[in-house]
C-alpha cells in the first residue's frame, strides 16, 4: 500500500514536469495568461466602426495565439449608451470588454445617461481614422462642390447620415463642415442611424443626401463601386480612395475618428493588468498591423491611464461642442 502512494506522488510529480501548461503565465503576476470565458461587448448594430474594431482585434488576437475563444456579442441601442450601461453594471467583471469610441462620448450627453465612460476602466485606445464622405453610386451627386452647392441653397432638403448619435464623430464631421461652408449646424438636417450597417442601406436607398462614416465602415462597398466617395475628412488622402480632403475642396476642416476599449469598474489590479496587456501585445502582432493596413486604420495605440486622460480630454471637448449646439 505504501509503495503505491509512493508511485503515485512520482506520477503526478511527472506530469507536473512533462506536460506543458495551457496557458503561458509568465511576466507579472501572470499578466499574460489567456482570460478564460472572455467576452467583448459591441455597443451598436452589426457592420457598424465599433463591431467591425472588435471583431478584427479579436481575429488578430486568435491568429497569433494570443487569446482563444473570444466571444463578440452586440448590445445596441441609444448610441451606445446601453451597452455602456451594461459594463458599468458587471462591477469587478475581468473577462468583459467593450469596443467603443468619440460616438459614445457625446452619446452619453445626448441620450442623457445616468452613467459615463469616467465609471468604466480604461484599456486602451487602439486606432484613429478619417471619415470619409459618401453616396451611393445612383446619386446626382459626382463630386463634393455639387453636394455643397444644393446644401448650402437648402439645408435642410439634403439630410446627412451618420452611424452615431448626436456628438459621435458621423454627427460633428458633417457640423465642422458646414461651419466652414457658412451654415449654421442648426440648420443641418442630420439624421442618426445605430451604426454604419443601417446607415449603410439608407444611403444606397437615397433615403439621405449623403452619408458620413469611417473609412474602414465601407471599404468594400467602395471599392465595389456601389459607393462613391466625395471626399475624405482627414489630413491626407487615402491610399486606394479616389477623393480629395475637404481641405483641398475648399472646405477648412481636418477631423479624425478613434476606437478604444473599456471595461467594467472595479477590477483587480490582477485583472486590469491582463486586460492592458492582452491588447499591448495584439498591438505588437504582424496580424494586426496587416489589419490595421488592409482597413485604411491609423494606429493610435494608448494604455491604461494615458487612455483615461485622453477620454477625459474628449469628453471636455465633446461637451463644449454639444454646448455650442444646444445639445448639452
Do not use: C
Not at 11 to 22: D, E, F, G
Not at 63 to 68: E, F, G, S, T, V
Not at 82 to 89: E, K
Not at 178 to 199: F, H, M, R, T, W
Amino acid at each position: 500500500m505504501r509503495l503505491r502512494s509512493v508511485l503515485a506522488v512520482i506520477s503526478a510529480a511527472l506530469l507536473v514536469l512533462l506536460v506543458p501548461p495551457l496557458v503561458s503565465t509568465s511576466g507579472s503576476g501572470g499578466a499574460t495568461a489567456q482570460i478564460q470565458g472572455m467576452r467583448v461587448m459591441v455597443p451598436n448594430s452589426p457592420g457598424g466602426g465599433y463591431d467591425i474594431t472588435a471583431r478584427t482585434a479579436v481575429k488578430a488576437m486568435d491568429d497569433a495565439n494570443l487569446q482563444r475563444n473570444v466571444e463578440v456579442f452586440n448590445l445596441p441601442g441609444a448610441g451606445g449608451t446601453v451597452g455602456l450601461g451594461r459594463v458599468v453594471n458587471e462591477r469587478g467583471n475581468g473577462k468583459l470588454a467593450m469596443s467603443m469610441g468619440l460616438g459614445v462620448v457625446g452619446s452619453v450627453y445626448t441620450n442623457h445617461s445616468p452613467v459615463s465612460l469616467g465609471d468604466t476602466t480604461p484599456i486602451a485606445r487602439l486606432i484613429q481614422e478619417s471619415n470619409v464622405v459618401v453616396v451611393g453610386k445612383d446619386s446626382k451627386y459626382q463630386t463634393l462642390d455639387q453636394l455643397l452647392r444644393d446644401w448650402k441653397a437648402n439645408p435642410g432638403a439634403v439630410p446627412v447620415g451618420g452611424g452615431s448619435s448626436p456628438g459621435g464623430p458621423d454627427h460633428l464631421a458633417p457640423m465642422q463642415m458646414a461651419e466652414a461652408i457658412g451654415l449654421s449646424p442648426k440648420q443641418v438636417n442630420y439624421i442618426a442611424y445605430d451604426g454604419g450597417g443601417e446607415l449603410l442601406a439608407s444611403i444606397l436607398g437615397g433615403k439621405v443626401g449623403f452619408g458620413v462614416s469611417g473609412i474602414g465602415e465601407y471599404r468594400d462597398q467602395i471599392e465595389s463601386g456601389e459607393l462613391r466617395v466625395l471626399a475624405v475628412t482627414g489630413a491626407e488622402r487615402l491610399p486606394g480612395v479616389d477623393a480629395p480632403t475637404l481641405k483641398e475642396s475648399g472646405v477648412d476642416v481636418e477631423f479624425t475618428n478613434w476606437r478604444g476599449i473599456v471595461a467594467p469598474p472595479g477590477l483587480s489590479e490582477e485583472d486590469r493588468k491582463k486586460l492592458v496587456g492582452l491588447f499591448q501585445r495584439m498591438h505588437d502582432t504582424p496580424e494586426w498591423k496587416e489589419a490595421m493596413k488592409r482597413n485604411g486604420w491609423e494606429d493610435a495605440f494608448m494604455a491604461g491611464p494615458q487612455f483615461g486622460a485622453f477620454l477625459k480630454d474628449q469628453n471636455d471637448r465633446v461637451v463644449s461642442v454639444l454646448k455650442e449646439l444646444g445639445l448639452a
